[in-house]
Structure formats: C-alpha cells, structure tokens
C-alpha cells in the first residue's frame, strides 16, 4: 500500500520514492539570514570537491551495498550557490553518480543559481550535463529588499537570468521568493509576486522569513540584528496577509499552491522536494548535508536512520577522500519517529494525507486525534477529503501550531 498518496491533481507530478541531494557549499558572499554549510572562499576547489562527493558516495555504497539496485528518481545540486561550480564539474558528477546507481530515465535533475551568476555559456553546460531543471534565487525584483536580504544581484539581472535559462534551453524553470522580510509591506509582497507570475515560470517556491533563533547552532547577522532591537520582521497579521496577496497573484496566473510554500503549473510539482513530504528515502552527499534512509523492509516494524555531514569543507573533503562516511552525526529512527515527520510533513501538501493509514503503518491510535481532526474541521483549519485530512490555506498558515497538536 503507498501511505504516501498522490500530489496535488492540480500538479498531476508524482513524489520521486528514492532521490539524491548534492550540496554544493561555496558562495561569492554570504546572506545575513542564511545558516545553511556554506563557506565564502576566493577559490574554490571545484575539482578537488567533486571528486570528494563522489568519493563519499563510494563509502556509503561500501556500508550499505543494497543502495546499488535502488533507481533515483530525482538529484537535486543545492547550496550555497552551485552556478559557481564549473559546467564540467556538474557533468562529472553526474556521470559519476549515473556510473555507480541506476538513474530512471526522465528522472528529475535540479539546480540552483544565483542571478548574478547566470551567463548563457554556464547554463547551457549545465543543460547538456543533464540537468533538466533550473531553480533560480530571486527572493525579491525589488532593489531594497534585495539589499536588506543581502543579496547580490537586482531585479533586472534576475529577469534576464529567467530569459537566459529559456534561451540556454530549460523547459522548467522554478523561481525562489522571500516575504515577511524587515521593512517590506504587503504592497511589495503582491508586487513581487505578479512579476514573477508573468514571466511564466513552471514553478515558484516563496518562503516566509523566519529566524528560529534559539535553535540554531550557529547565530546568523540577521538574528543577532533581531536579538539586539536593531530590525524586526513584520507582525505575523501582516505576513499571512502576504501570502494572501502571493497565493491570489500567483493563482490567477494558473501557479497552483500544491504545498504549503510552493504553487507550480499542472506537471510542474518537484518530484524531488516532494519526496520529502512524502516519507521518500534520499540520499545526500557534500558538505553538511542531510540524508534519510530506511532499514525496514515492506511489512516490517518502520526503523530508519538521518545523518548529517560534517559543516566544514577542509574536514569534509579530508574524510571523503580517506573513504570514510564524512559524517558528524547519526540518528536512528523507530516508527514514532517516522510517524511524526510522516504526518507533519504530509500535512505540508494539498493533497493531504491518509493519517489513519499512517497511523496504522506506524503503530500509532487513531482515537486520541479523531477529537482534535474534528475541530479543526469545524473551525475551518481543515477538512476531511476521503479517507485524506487536508488543511484549508488558514490551516496552512499555521501548520506548525496542528502539527504540533496533532502529535
């Protein structure tokens, strides 16, 4: 039985069950709210870490031999700002990884770039790599917003880095949005949106602002900004009227909302930030990285195990290379764990999720929850659609808040 269930029939694109993340660390600057593994270098060892990331996938086959008959359905290269790895070092590392698993044909390959990094040369290499689709970080067209993001680029090079991907040969580009940024109004937010709308992208991905300060491991300029009174994001009454203004915009434009933060044309869901939402299993390679495998079997108890790499590039490379796993830490999975990121993360899509069949997969009662899925229904957070809980858009405004109930 597939507890995952379809995607949004507004997408039609099914979730990819096995994918691939390659993180790509290095950036030309750093944004102030960013607190991914990146580094800024002046060189950067773009073969050396290449090479490296295929060496780490070479260590993990060696422990767990079985990944070699899986077939990926998606790689996604994030960062970090991957348009600054070189077109033959993408190629090399897709071939690499296509030489040592099997690919399904068609499957889905992203990347992300940076505007600023976007001549028509770099993109076209990167099509014929293999790359099939092309995830561009605007977060904003407007000069001050992009300035308060610290962002390198304007809104005009975003425009033509759009024209450029076209041009390069990308039938599927996705654009990244931020909103709920300090200083920006509601006007802004709608303004951003329907630029983007009307250039015709496939995909959009648009995030609210959020600085979860005290869980980070390291602070970020932003956060320290906000501890110190210096900034302050808009209130929460403003943001939600955001992404009301972003969800109308991008919806008159046929860009449907098939998760929380992403609305795509029907086809056009990622397959592989789907997985995700889905319980799929995904490998990831590089630099602070994050993957999820499963060590069940169909049928038995669900056990699994995340592991995170090592956040420094000079550790990571000097592992890799030794053969090792480059990792920093593991952690093991039983089902109340899959169980929560299942129902929390599947809550995420439109389509919902089956949570009585999730409750089943993962040993968990039903009762106790048939209360709380009653009023939310009756307060309009959410609603039963078949066999399937689907949270309304003021549901999906504040998932954190059911999730967290639910659980």
């Not at 005009?156 to 599927?172: P, W």
């Not at 056990?303 to 030794?322: I, K, T």
């Not at 039983?334 to 409750?359: I, N």
């Amino acid at each position: 039985m597939d507890f995952a269930g379809p995607i949004d029939p507004l997408t039609g694109t099914p979730a990819a069950r096995f994918g691939l993340y390659v993180h790509f660390p290095y950036c030309l600057s750093k944004c102030p709210y960013c607190d991914f593994a990146v580094a800024v270098v002046r060189q950067v060892p773009e073969e050396r870490y290449a090479r490296a990331v295929l060496a780490e996938l070479d260590a993990r086959l060696a422990v767990e031999p079985s990944l070699r008959g899986r077939t990926l359905e998606s790689i996604f290269i994030g960062g970090g700002t991957p348009s600054i790895w070189h077109p033959r070092m993408v190629a090399l590392v897709l071939e690499g990884v296509a030489a040592r698993l099997k690919v399904a044909p068609g499957a889905e390959v992203s990347l992300e770039a940076n505007p600023s990094v976007a001549d028509a040369e770099r993109f076209a290499g990167y099509r014929a790599a293999g790359v099939n689709r092309l995830s561009l970080g605007v977060q904003s067209f407007q000069e001050e917003l992009l300035k308060a993001l610290g962002r390198e680029h304007t809104g005009q090079e975003a425009v033509a880095a759009y024209e450029t991907a076209r041009r390069a040969g990308f039938d599927v580009v996705s654009m990244d949005f931020i909103y709920g940024v300090h200083g920006q109004t509601r006007a802004q937010a709608e303004a951003d949106a329907r630029r983007a709308a009307a250039l015709g992208p496939e995909h959009l991905s648009t995030y609210a602002l959020t600085v979860e300060r005290e869980a980070l491991a390291v602070a970020t300029p932003l956060s320290r900004q906000l501890d110190k009174g210096e900034l302050a994001l808009p209130p929460d009454e403003e943001v939600v009227e955001m992404a009301k203004a972003i969800r109308d915009a991008y919806g008159e434009h046929g860009l449907h909302r098939y998760e929380i933060s992403n609305h795509a044309r029907p086809g056009y869901g990622s397959r592989h930030n789907a997985l995700y939402w889905t319980g799929g299993e995904y490998l990831a390679l590089g630099v602070g990285a994050t993957g999820m495998l499963l060590t069940s079997g169909p049928g038995e108890r669900p056990m699994g195990y995340r592991y995170v790499n090592l956040r420094g590039s000079d550790a990571y490379m000097r592992a890799a290379e030794e053969g090792k796993p480059p990792e920093s830490s593991r952690e093991e999975l039983g089902p109340q764990e899959l169980f929560e990121e299942r129902l929390a993360m599947g809550l995420r899509l439109r389509s919902g999720v089956d949570w009585e069949a999730v409750c089943a997969r993962y040993g968990q009662d039903p009762e106790p929850r048939r209360v709380e899925i009653s009023r939310l229904v009756r307060h309009g957070l959410a609603r039963l659609e078949g066999p399937r809980l689907v949270l309304t858009d003021a549901g999906a405004d504040v998932h954190s808040a059911i999730s967290a109930r639910l659980l």
